[in-house]
């Protein structure tokens, strides 16, 4: 399986950005996509995740704020962002497993590249 993600960058406080990620190979039996974040310094966290059959698990600090969706027929899966803060700021990763339970437990994953995603003024 390999994610292409693309959609980071610069933004002010406040400003908006989408995020998109292509998966492909041999994906038929992934069942979640989503979106984990890094700070530097900090550890990856889940940011969003979304399974199959279109449930989702949000990060606390990201609720109200983000929102993630998929598009089966492209194998796409998008993190809307608005509202961004400073503390969003962290190399964004796309996710792809085989989950047990959603967002917590996992047969086998798949990570993508990075992106960056900067929250400044």
């Known amino acids: 399986v390999q994610l292409q993600a693309s959609g980071g960058g610069l933004v002010q406080p406040g400003g908006s950005l989408r995020l998109s990620c292509v998966a492909s190979?041999?994906?038929?039996?992934?069942?979640?996509l989503g979106w984990y974040r890094q700070a530097p310094g900090n550890q990856r966290e889940l940011v969003a995740v979304i399974s199959s059959g279109d449930s989702t698990e949000y990060a606390d600090s990201v609720k109200g704020r983000f929102t993630i969706s998929r598009d089966n027929f492209k194998n796409t899966v998008y993190l809307q962002m608005i509202s961004l803060k400073p503390e969003d700021t962290a190399v964004y990763y796309c996710?792809?497993?085989?989950?047990?339970?959603?967002?917590?437990?996992?047969?086998?994953?798949?990570w993508g590249q990075g992106t960056q995603v900067t929250v400044s003024s």
């Open positions: 996710h792809a497993a085989r989950a047990v339970v959603l967002g917590r437990q996992y047969e086998y994953e798949y």
């Open positions: 190979g041999t994906i038929s039996r992934i069942n979640q």
